[in-house]
Every structure is written in C-alpha cells, then in structure tokens.
C-alpha cells in the first residue's frame, strides 16, 4: 500500500525538480529543413555557441528526416503543445507553414526563420545568409568564370518549394541574358535534398544534355551528390560541379578537379544569429522596420520593411583554400 504512496511523492518531487530549472531557461526550437545535412549540423553548432554563451537557453535541435513542409508543420505543432519559447525555422515552404507558426505566435512563442524563410505573416523576422541577388549572380558566376566561351548549364537545386532556393534561382535567371549572354541554361532539377534523388536528378542531366558544360547545384547535399556522379562516370574536366557546397564534404571534389571552385557563408555563424534573434525577441525586442538586433560576436543587423536582413557575403572556395575551411565547416 505505501509503497504506491511514496512512489507518486518521489515522482512528484523528480518532476518539479526538473521543472524548476526549466522554469526560467529558455527554450529555443532550430527547427531544420531535414536532420542528416551537415550544414543543418553545422548550424546547430553554432546555435549552441550562442546558447552557452547567453547562459539559461536550451536549444532543441530537431526537423524532419526528410525535407518536406508536412514534417515540419507536425514538428511545430508538437513544438507548441510543448510551449517552447521560441521556433527558429529553415523552412521547406514558404507558405505552407504559415498556420501552423501563426498559431505559434498567437500563444506567445516568437517565431523567425532563418535561412529558408517563410512569407511575411508567418514569422516576425527573416534571417537571410546574405543578399539573395548576390547569391543568385554567385552561382553562375562560379560556373561561367570557367567558361570562357560559354555553354550549356544546368541547375540540380533542393525541393521545388523551398523558399531560399527558389530565390536565389529566380535572381540569376534575372541577371543571366545581360551578365552572362554566353551561358545557357539548359535545364532546372530537384533532388530534394536527398542524396539518392540528387545523384538520379545529376545522372538525368547529364544523360539529357550531351553538351552540359557545368552542373549548378546551389545546395550542399546536391553538390556532394553531382560531383560523385561526375566523379564515377569519368567526367572531370567535361562537367564542372560548382555551387554552394560545405567545405568539409567537398574537399576531395576541388582536389580530384570534378569542381574547380564553390562558395558558401558561414554555417555556425547562420545557427548562432538565429539563437542570438530569437533570445531579444523573448526579452522582449520588437521586430519593426528599422529595428538593430545584436548578433553577438557576429554582429548586427537592421530590419528592412520586409522584417528580413541578410548577413555577409557568400565566400569562394577554391584549391587554395578549400582546404583550411574544410576544418572549420
Ligand atoms: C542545403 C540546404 C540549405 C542551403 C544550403 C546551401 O544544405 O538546402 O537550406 O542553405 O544547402
């Protein structure tokens, strides 16, 4: 009989221990397009810099295993019946997620994205790495510095809903017939993010365009993905890969010369902005135009009317410094 009796005492008291502490830590969700990518890795790393360094701030690092709008959305609604404090969010679409984080701020979680981000009503602030246009012009550029008498390219991006992508492709079909007239754009392809589909979507363009010159890939795992099939299929030096990739994972493509140069900012620096963003909108910072948000040891960054605000410039990868990068992300 006692026994009963003091085994719901000494639960009561394990629970309200655990709850006091996190009672006044805060709960920040990095809620990423999928766990298994590196750069998502990457910036968890650096979201937990920004948490140790704030002191008191838990990071729940979690997304879907596949990149898909539906997984996150169940991942944000469990994220509310655990009343975090905030969601910080690459999303896989742009408006599909858009209840589910209004429902989110409608019981007083604050909601950004970053990265990938979702349309104005959704979110309070929008993270972006860097200028979407600049990034849009980089990745063919990285190709047609290459191909001095242009050709044939194609692009193998992530989903087709993604936000970030979608952006950055719309920027260099807007700036290609008068920047790059010699460089023709064959074809636009998602692998989702997935590396078994982005290695089929590189294996189709290359089977559909005999004259492919370069394959864009303006993802990290896409470009692992195009780089081994040019790799496997003995295409150095017919097929450039180029596109944003991971230093860390494309290394051996610079050095086996399937790419000759990528680009990227920096992942860790991306997750700490994001962690650093939603700690003052839970203190209490207001996202209007015009307002500066302290980015720690990173910096700062002012809202436009948009509520978004990009952060550097995209960084070149080449043979002579892929390698000391390599050991950082
Ligand atoms: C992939 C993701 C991410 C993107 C990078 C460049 O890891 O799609 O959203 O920013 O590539």
Redesign the pocket.
């Known amino acids: 009989m006692n026994i009963f009796k003091k085994l719901a005492v000494t639960t009561a008291i394990a629970v309200s221990l655990a709850a006091s502490p996190s009672l006044a830590t805060e709960r920040i969700a990095l809620v990423v397009?999928s766990l298994g990518?590196g750069?998502?890795d990457a910036a968890a790393k650096g979201a937990e810099k920004a948490a140790a360094e704030l002191g008191d701030v838990e990071v729940i690092y979690t997304g879907p295993t596949a990149a898909t709008a539906e997984g996150q959305i169940e991942i944000v609604n469990s994220l509310i019946a655990q009343n975090v404090d905030a969601i910080a969010i690459?999303s896989n679409d742009p408006d599909a997620l858009v209840p589910a984080l209004k429902k989110a701020m409608d019981r007083g979680i604050k909601v950004i994205s970053w990265?990938?981000g979702v349309a104005q009503d959704g979110r309070m602030v929008h993270l972006n790495?860097s200028d979407t246009g600049l990034i849009g012009e980089t990745i063919i550029k990285l190709a047609a510095d290459y191909l001095p008498e242009g050709g044939d390219v194609a692009i193998l991006s992530?989903s087709s809903t993604?936000t970030?992508?979608n952006a950055w492709i719309d920027a260099a079909k807007e700036i290609l017939p008068t920047k790059f007239p010699n460089i023709n754009l064959v074809s636009v392809v998602y692998g989702d993010?997935d590396s078994v589909k982005s290695t089929n979507e590189a294996k189709g363009l290359i089977a559909n365009h005999p004259d492919l010159k370069a394959i864009i890939a303006?993802?990290?795992?896409g470009v692992v993905a195009a780089a081994q099939v040019v790799t496997d299929m003995d295409l150095i030096g017919k097929v450039n890969v180029t596109g944003?990739a991971l230093p860390s994972e494309f290394k051996k493509f610079i050095d086996n010369g399937s790419s000759k140069a990528v680009a990227?900012w920096n992942p860790i620096d991306l997750g700490y902005s994001a962690v650093q963003i939603s700690h003052q909108l839970i203190k209490g910072a207001k996202a209007e135009a015009g307002a500066t948000f302290s980015l720690g040891s990173v910096g700062e960054i002012t809202l436009d009317d948009t509520g978004s605000a990009a952060m550097a410039a995209p960084f070149q990868f080449d043979a002579s410094n892929i390698e000391e990068f390599s050991k950082i992300y």
Do not use: E, G, I, M
């Not at 303006?218 to 795992?221: G, Y």
């Open positions: 397009k990518n750069f998502f690459s990265d990938s790495p992530a993604a970030n992508q993010d303006p993802t990290t795992v944003l990227l």
